[in-house]
């Protein structure tokens, strides 16, 4: 099996893909770097490490492989695209879970980037316990919160360690607002990409859908019983995914 980078959504980190690398068969590699202000990178106070380019550095220097199988999670799904479509060469296969190509339209961007510095400054100034109460209230988070007790607490405690400046600083420079769209240059794209969402996330379900309509190598997995963090609450039906 080829080397496999994978890239964790906003709050996450590198350890978030554990589950999956426990399912993968002797021999395989994967590597999980922490994105800037999250994990061991999350007291970074310099705006340059925040950059789109320093993500795509950061991607770089974990891809170590001629080619690689590149995953990437929300948030990492976002910035994998990026990479592969800057690196077509380097990508044996994408896997995206639960992300997007960003936002079409200028005004869809401004207004999002608008939400994103709001619930920004609402990280900063009332923590990151409040911010959790409102961000785990989403709908598709809910099927992770059911997990059992002793899969779900590494996850809470990993994102109870975040700082809120990170959070903060992530979210105002790589948030779905600020990164340009990326589907217009869906076609170009010429490796396999495989879509995987949860059945209980309906939005990343209807827009992994439309994406499809755009790649010319696009397979979409809807995996059962799952919400938007599949990587966490299935680890093993998308090790299967992987292996196939």
Same mark, same amino acid.
């Given at each position: 099996?080829? !080397? ?10 590198? $350890? ?5 690398? $426990? ?15 999250? =994990? ?22 974990? &891809? ?15 910035? &994998? ?7 077509? !060469? ?11 190509? =960003? ?108 994406? =499809? ?12 019983? $799952? ?16 292996? $196939?």
């Amino acid at each position: 099996m080829n !080397e496999v980078v994978a890239l964790h959504g906003f709050t996450g980190q590198g $350890a978030d893909f554990d589950p999956l690398r $426990a399912f993968l068969p002797p021999g395989s590699t994967l590597s999980s770097p922490d994105l800037p202000g999250h =994990g061991s990178k999350r007291l970074l106070k310099d705006l340059s490490a925040y950059s789109l380019p320093a993500h795509l550095a950061a991607i770089s220097e974990a &891809a170590t492989a001629p080619q690689i199988t590149l995953l990437g999670y929300s948030m990492g799904g976002r910035l &994998a695209l990026h990479w592969a479509i800057a690196h077509p !060469e380097r990508v044996r296969r994408l896997i995206l879970v639960g992300a997007s190509p =960003g936002l079409a339209t200028p005004e869809d961007r401004n207004e999002r980037r608008l939400g994103d510095a709001t619930l920004a400054e609402f990280i900063r100034t009332r923590g990151l316990e409040a911010f959790f109460k409102y961000w785990h209230n989403q709908t598709f988070f809910q099927p992770m919160l059911r997990l059992p007790k002793e899969r779900l607490d590494p996850i809470l405690a990993r994102r109870a360690q975040n700082n809120p400046e990170g959070l903060a600083l992530s979210l105002e420079n790589v948030g779905t607002g600020t990164l340009p769209s990326l589907w217009h240059r869906l076609k170009e794209i010429r490796f396999p990409v495989d879509l995987v969402t949860g059945e209980h996330d309906a939005k990343f379900t209807r827009i992994a859908h439309e994406m =499809g309509a755009h790649l010319p190598k696009a397979r979409h997995s809807l995996i059962e019983g $799952a919400g938007h963090a599949v990587h966490l609450e299935k680890p093993a039906d998308l090790a299967m995914l992987l292996m $196939a």
